[in-house]
T-cell receptor, first 111, second 114 residues
Framework: GQQLNQSPQSMFIQEGEDVSMNCTSS?????WLWYKQDPGEGPVLLIA?????ELTSNGRLTAQFGITRKDSFLNISASIPSDVGIYFC???????????FGGGTRLMVKP | DAGVTQSPTHLIKTRGQQVTLRCSPI?????VSWYQQVLGQGPQFIFQ???????GRGNFPDRFSARQFPNYSSELNVNALLLGDSALYLC?????????????FGSGTRLTVV
């Protein structure tokens, strides 16, 4: 089963609001990744984090790699309707040959 | 440039049947990974292949098998299908076996077992 606990499971927000979601694990990961999945499509990589404590931005998205290497968060500022979708966190192990995904956060944005 | 292509896009099979799903990686990518995504959940790792060799296997029964061809394309086979095998099967390609950078996913094959 999945090892990553992602919260919240869903969010319904007003356009322009900021969003925060996080992911925790019982295991240490060497890499944390955040993906977005639209209906009928595969996940698309948003941000990759490689060092504990690292804070990385990609436009309106900001993500951090927790110091303990067991957690990560993703923030979206000034949400817009096209932010709608399911966001997944994923951790990569030492070998880097597999990704462990969280259960996803479904984001809905009201115009 | 073509991304990761998967075929077929949709498939309906009967319990007990066998199915083969296909994946063509991005040109130049030598690694292919397979994931199963049950409705409402995150993807779960099934296999990774690199240079035609299995480099990782997830917690799936032996009914699941895969292989990679000299042109780096890959097939996922599932035997004796169960209702619970109904899911979106995702293929991801990457240059090699690494820390997660460069995993590009295809749009998946939606398998329905009835």
């Amino acid at each position: 089963g999945q090892q990553l606990n992602q919260s919240p499971q869903s969010m319904f927000i007003q356009e322009g609001e900021d969003v925060s979601m996080n992911c925790t694990s019982s295991s240490i990961f060497n890499t944390w990744l955040w993906y977005k999945q639209d209906p009928g499509e595969g996940p698309v990589l948003l941000i990759a984090l490689y060092k504990a404590g690292e804070l990385t931005s990609n436009g309106r998205l900001t993500a951090q790699f927790g110091i303990t290497r067991k957690d990560s968060f993703l923030n979206i500022s000034a949400s817009i309707p096209s932010d709608v979708g399911i966001y997944f966190c994923a951790g990569s192990n030492n070998a880097g040959n597999m990704l462990t995904f969280g259960g996803g956060t479904r984001l809905m944005v009201k115009p | 440039d073509a991304g990761v292509t998967q075929s077929p896009t949709h498939l309906i099979k009967t319990r007990g049947q066998q199915v083969t799903l296909r994946c063509s990686p991005i040109s130049g990518h030598k690694s292919v990974s397979w994931y199963q995504q049950v409705l409402g959940q995150g993807p779960q790792f099934i296999f990774q292949y690199y240079e035609k060799e299995e480099r990782g296997r997830g917690n799936f029964p032996d009914r699941f098998s895969a292989r990679q061809f000299p042109n780096y394309s890959s097939e996922l086979n599932v035997n004796a299908l169960l209702l619970g095998d109904s899911a979106l099967y995702l293929c991801a390609s990457s240059l090699g076996v690494g820390s997660g950078l460069g995993y590009t996913f295809g749009s998946g094959t939606r398998l329905t077992v009835v």
